[in-house]
């Protein structure tokens, strides 16, 4: 899966996965992972998510990342917000108040941008990612995140079969696997969500769960 097939998404409206509403998940759940205010949060793949005005209304800098520009020029258009500018080998920033998006490729971030987020909220990163890329994702993202850094990660699970992703599903065996040697993984909450998602099971899936896991960086 390559660039193009998000651009495209964007392009052509082919948006479903984007929510109307902040994740219930994350206002339930990000309190108890108490990140002080003006704390740095990274959201991969962010979108134009909602969550992100939510995060920065808990007093939380939030930098987003994102690889379609429409995505980002809807967010501050959405929000009646007018951004500064700048660009950098992470890509094109656009910064107003708290809240900044890079409009690039997740793998593009620096060392030093990455060592700056104390935390990080994953809800649609992981997911849309396939088996072969999450290695290199969890690898580059997660394992350039500064010790003491603090995470919550939602994810979806599902029959392989019953469905070409994304979202993909990842279950939870496969998150302790790839986040383990440096993060503890606490599981949070495990919800069946299928009759929630009629738009998932017309594409054939007849089991569908969501994972909440509290990440914390030890090394």
């Given at each position: 899966?390559?660039?193009?097939?998000w651009?495209?998404?964007w392009?052509?409206g082919?948006t479903g996965?984007?929510?109307?509403?902040?994740?219930?998940l994350?206002?339930?759940?990000w309190q108890?992972?108490a990140?002080?205010?003006?704390?740095r949060?990274?959201v991969p793949?962010?979108?134009?998510?909602?969550?992100?005005?939510?995060?920065?209304?808990?007093?939380?800098?939030?930098?987003?990342?994102?690889?379609?520009?429409?995505?980002?020029?809807?967010?501050?258009?959405e929000h009646?917000?007018q951004?500064?500018?700048?660009?950098?080998?992470?890509?094109?920033?656009?910064?107003?108040?708290?809240?900044?998006?890079?409009q690039?490729?997740?793998?593009d971030?620096?060392?030093?941008?990455?060592?700056?987020?104390?935390?990080?909220?994953?809800?649609?990163?992981?997911?849309?990612?396939?088996?072969?890329?999450?290695?290199?994702?969890?690898?580059?993202?997660?394992?350039?995140?500064p010790?003491g850094?603090r995470?919550?990660?939602i994810t979806?699970?599902?029959?392989?079969?019953?469905?070409?992703?994304?979202?993909?599903?990842v279950?939870?065996?496969?998150?302790?696997r790839?986040?383990?040697r440096?993060?503890?993984?606490?599981?949070?909450?495990?919800?069946?969500?299928l009759?929630?998602?009629?738009g998932?099971?017309?594409?054939?899936?007849?089991?569908?769960v969501?994972?909440?896991?509290?990440?914390?960086?030890?090394?």
């Open positions: 899966m390559d660039a193009s097939f651009l495209d998404c392009r052509e082919r996965f984007h929510r109307a509403e902040v994740m219930p994350l206002e339930r759940h108890a992972l990140v002080p205010r003006g704390t949060v990274l793949l962010a979108g134009k998510t909602l969550d992100m005005a939510w995060l920065a209304s808990q007093g939380l800098r939030v930098l987003g990342v994102e690889l379609s520009p429409l995505a980002v020029q809807a967010f501050f258009a009646d917000l951004p500064q500018r700048h660009t950098s080998a992470c890509g094109e920033h656009y910064v107003a108040g708290d809240i900044e998006i890079i690039g490729n997740v793998f971030l620096d060392e030093a941008t990455l060592a700056d987020c104390m935390a990080v909220y994953d809800r649609a990163a992981l997911i849309a990612l396939p088996p072969a890329m999450r290695q290199q994702y969890a690898q580059s993202i997660y394992g350039g995140l010790a850094c995470g919550l990660m979806l699970d599902y029959p392989p079969g019953d469905m070409e992703g994304p979202p993909f599903p279950p939870p065996a496969e998150v302790h790839l986040l383990e440096g993060w503890g993984v606490t599981t949070l909450e495990h919800l069946d969500i009759a929630e998602q009629p998932l099971a017309a594409r054939g899936l007849t089991a569908l969501t994972d909440v896991y509290r990440l914390d960086r030890r090394v």
